[in-house]
C-alpha cells in the first residue's frame, strides 16, 4: 500500500466539486513518499461494496470487476478487489443473506436504517486502534463530528466521506431580472417580499421557486430558524423540542408564505408541484428566485440561458429573519462511510485501514477527479487538459469514477474546480456565502425509537417535516386555518406521538447517548 501524502484537497466527484487548498501538500509528508520497499508486497486480496441509491448507471453495463477504473485502482493501491456496487434499499437482503464482503459501505451514519442494526449487532470491527496507527491523515482531518456520526458505544466503527462546511445548500437569483428592476440583492425578508413583488410586476411567472413539502422552498422557514426537520431540534427550558415549538417564529414565517401565495409571488399550485415540473419551470426562466445545492449551479448557467436569452444566475445571502438567521438546513457531517467486517483477518485488516487513508492522497485526487493520463485527460504545458462528458453515458461513468473515491472531504472538489469555468466562483460562493450561513440542531444517531412507534409525528428524512406538521403548513398558507392555531397544532403533535418523541430525546441529549450536533453548538 502506498503511503499517502497528505494534501488539503477536499472532494466528492459524484457532485462535480471539491474544498481545500488544491496544492496544500504536506512537505513532511510527501517526502515520504519518496521511499521504495525493496520487494513489493503481495495485493491486498478483499471484498468491498460500495453504495448507491440508483439501479441504472454505469456500472450495471460492465462487467465491473474487470472495469479499467478498478483495475488502475488496483494496480494504484496494490489491492486485489472484489467489488460490488449496492443499492441501498436493498442492503437489508444483503444482511439477511448473511453474505456480508470484507468491508460495507452505506450512505449515512453506523446507525442508519439502511444498516438493519450491524453495528449494533457487531457484525463490524471497531476501528479505533487500527486508524490511529495507520490512518495518519484521517485521523488530523476528520472532525469529532464526523468520527461520532461513524460511531457506537463510544467506538469508531465507520470510516468516513466528511463534510468540513455543511451548509450546501444556496439562493439562488436572476440578476438580470434584479439589474431591470433596478433593485440590490435582497438582504432581509422584507427586502425579499420586495423583490418578488416586483418581478411579479414584470410578467415573471413565478417570482419564488415553491414545491410541494416546501422542500428546497424553505427559505423563509431558515430566515425564521423554524425548520421543522429530523435534525433540527434545540434545548428549550431543559427540554430537546423541534424548532417548531418556536411559536412565535413559525407563525411570523407561515405569515409570510401566505402574503406569498395570496400575493401570487409563487405558484396557486405549489402544494402539488412535483420536483421534476419545479426544476422544469426554474430551467425555462419561468422563476425569479429560488433555491438549489450550490453545486447546481452549472445546470442553471447552462439550461436557463438556452431558454431565456441573457439571463444571468447568481448565488446571493439568503434573506435574515429578525434575529439575524438565513439558510438552510446544516448536512450530516458524513455523507457515507465503510466498515470492515469483524471476520476479515488482522494484517488484512491493517491494509485495509491504509487502503481508506490513501484517498486523500494527491494521487487519488488526481485519478478520481480526471481520471487515466492519455485516456480521460493530458497535460498541456503542465496544466490538465480534461474530456469533459458529453453524453449521458459519459456523464454516469465519471460518476461511476466518483463513487469509488472513499475517506475524503467532500464538501466541493477544488481540483476539479480549476477545470470549470464557474469554478471560481462556486469556490467563492461556498468560503464566503454558505459558510457563513446555515441553521445548525441537533438530531441522534441511532435514531429515536419514537420515531418509528409514532411515523406521522416523525419527521421521515434530513429535509422532510413531520406528516402532522406539513399537513397543518400547506392548510394555514391556503387559508384554510388560522395561522394563530399553530399553538393547537403543537398540542396535536404532542398527543399524537411528539410526547414521547421529545422525552426520548430529552434523555437521549442528557445521557449523552448519539446525539449529533449539525453545525455550531
Not at 482531518?141 to 444556496?170: C, F, H, Q, T
Not at 417548531?244 to 414565517?253: C, I, L, S, Y
Amino acid at each position: 500500500m502506498k503511503k499517502v501524502a497528505n494534501v488539503a484537497l477536499i472532494a466528492v466527484l459524484s457532485v462535480g466539486t471539491l474544498a481545500g487548498c488544491s496544492t496544500g501538500t504536506d512537505p513532511q509528508q510527501a517526502t515520504s513518499t519518496t521511499a521504495t520497499p525493496a520487494v513489493k508486497k503481495p495485493a491486498t486480496k478483499f471484498s468491498i461494496s460500495y453504495p448507491t441509491t440508483t439501479n441504472t448507471g454505469y456500472h450495471t453495463r460492465v462487467d465491473i470487476n474487470n472495469d479499467k477504473w478498478v483495475k488502475k485502482l488496483e494496480e494504484l493501491t496494490n489491492t486485489d478487489l472484489t467489488l460490488k456496487v449496492t443499492e441501498v434499499s436493498k442492503m437489508g437482503v444483503m444482511f439477511a443473506s448473511n453474505d456480508i464482503p470484507d468491508v460495507v459501505g452505506s450512505l449515512g451514519t453506523a446507525t442508519d436504517k439502511a444498516m438493519s442494526g450491524s453495528i449494533e449487532a457487531g457484525v463490524f470491527m471497531p476501528l479505533d486502534d487500527l486508524l490511529k496507527q495507520n490512518a495518519p491523515y484521517l485521523m488530523k482531518n476528520v472532525p469529532k463530528e464526523a468520527w461520532d456520526s461513524v460511531s457506537y458505544n463510544g467506538k469508531i466503527y465507520g470510516i468516513p466521506n466528511w463534510l468540513n462546511n455543511p451548509s450546501r445548500r444556496a439562493t439562488f437569483i436572476r440578476t438580470d431580472l434584479l439589474e431591470k428592476a433596478g433593485l440590490q440583492a435582497p438582504k432581509t425578508v422584507d427586502e425579499f417580499l420586495n423583490v418578488l413583488r416586483k418581478f411579479k410586476d414584470m410578467g415573471v411567472k413565478y417570482p419564488y421557486g415553491g414545491r410541494e413539502t416546501l422542500k428546497y422552498a424553505d427559505t423563509i422557514l431558515g430566515a425564521f430558524d423554524v425548520l421543522p426537520y429530523k435534525e433540527q431540534f434545540e434545548l428549550v427550558n431543559g427540554q430537546v423540542v423541534p424548532k417548531f415549538f418556536d411559536v412565535e417564529n413559525m407563525t411570523k414565517a407561515l405569515t409570510v408564505y401566505k402574503t406569498m401565495f395570496d400575493e401570487g409571488l409563487m405558484a396557486k399550485e405549489f402544494a402539488t408541484t412535483s420536483s421534476t415540473d419545479w426544476l422544469k419551470n426554474i430551467r425555462s426562466g419561468e422563476v425569479g428566485i429560488w433555491s438549489s445545492n450550490l453545486v447546481s449551479l452549472n445546470d442553471f448557467r447552462t439550461n436557463i440561458p438556452n431558454a431565456v436569452k441573457d439571463a444571468k444566475i447568481d448565488v446571493i445571502s439568503s434573506p435574515k429573519g429578525p434575529d439575524g438567521m438565513s439558510g438552510y438546513l446544516m448536512y450530516l457531517p458524513v455523507t457515507s462511510a465503510h466498515y470492515i467486517n469483524k471476520n476479515v483477518k488482522p494484517e488484512t485488516a491493517v491494509d485495509i485501514v491504509k487502503y481508506f487513508d490513501w484517498m486523500s492522497s494527491e494521487e487519488a485526487y488526481k485519478f478520481f477527479t480526471f481520471g487515466i493520463e492519455g485516456d480521460t485527460y493530458t497535460v498541456v504545458d503542465g496544466k490538465i487538459k480534461y474530456k469533459e462528458p458529453t453524453n449521458k453515458e459519459e456523464q454516469e461513468e465519471q460518476d461511476h469514477r466518483g463513487t469509488l473515491h472513499s475517506a475524503h472531504e467532500s464538501t466541493v472538489n477544488r481540483l476539479k474546480m480549476q477545470t470549470d469555468p464557474n469554478g471560481p466562483y462556486i469556490l467563492n460562493a461556498f468560503d464566503n456565502i454558505l459558510a457563513k450561513e446555515g441553521l445548525s440542531g441537533i438530531g441522534f444517531a441511532p435514531d429515536l425509537e419514537a420515531n418509528a412507534k409514532y411515523p406521522d409525528a416523525a419527521s421521515p428524512g434530513s429535509d422532510a417535516a413531520p406528516k402532522i406538521i406539513m399537513d397543518h403548513m400547506i392548510k394555514m398558507i391556503y387559508g384554510k386555518e388560522p395561522i394563530s392555531d399553530w399553538p393547537k397544532v403543537i398540542e396535536e403533535y404532542k398527543t399524537k406521538g411528539g410526547n414521547e418523541i421529545i422525552k426520548e430525546a430529552t434523555d437521549r441529549y442528557n445521557s449523552k447517548k448519539g446525539v449529533l450536533f449539525l453545525g455550531k453548538k
